[in-house]
């Protein structure tokens, strides 16, 4: 079984940025890729960006590349979701999963755990 623990959100003003964490309770961390998903409110649950088990292989949705970027720490059995140049469409809640087939997937399915989520919110 694997915790996550996202942290990191909170309300930031358009064009401001922030830095989600998400702590993994497993000594195998590295062994899985993660992603990140936002669900804003009325909406389904979207993908946002993952990384593969090394780091080296990421991706992004089109509307946060080049504002976004994922990175992991694997001594640190942690995830990271640095946001630049936050938009008011931003405002979400965001959560990290854990993928035990390292496939860096865009679709929910693929990931076999997931946190309880860190609200973002970006006034305008």
């Known amino acids: 079984q694997v915790q996550l623990v996202e942290s990191g959100g909170g309300l930031v003003q358009a064009g401001g940025s922030l830095r989600l964490s998400c702590k993994a309770s497993v000594r195998t961390f590295s062994i899985y890729a993660m992603g990140w998903f936002r669900q804003a409110p009325g909406k389904e649950r979207a993908f946002v960006s993952a990384?593969?088990?090394?780091?080296?292989?990421?991706y992004y949705t089109d509307s946060v590349k080049g504002r976004f970027t994922i990175s992991r720490d694997n001594a640190k059995s942690t995830v990271y979701l640095q946001m630049n140049s936050l938009k008011p469409e931003d405002t979400a809640v965001y959560y990290c999963a854990a993928d035990s087939k390292d496939l860096g997937s865009r679709t929910m399915s693929a990931y076999d755990y997931w946190g309880q989520g860190t609200q973002v919110t970006v006034s305008s």
């Open positions: 990384v593969n088990s090394h780091g080296d292989r990421t």
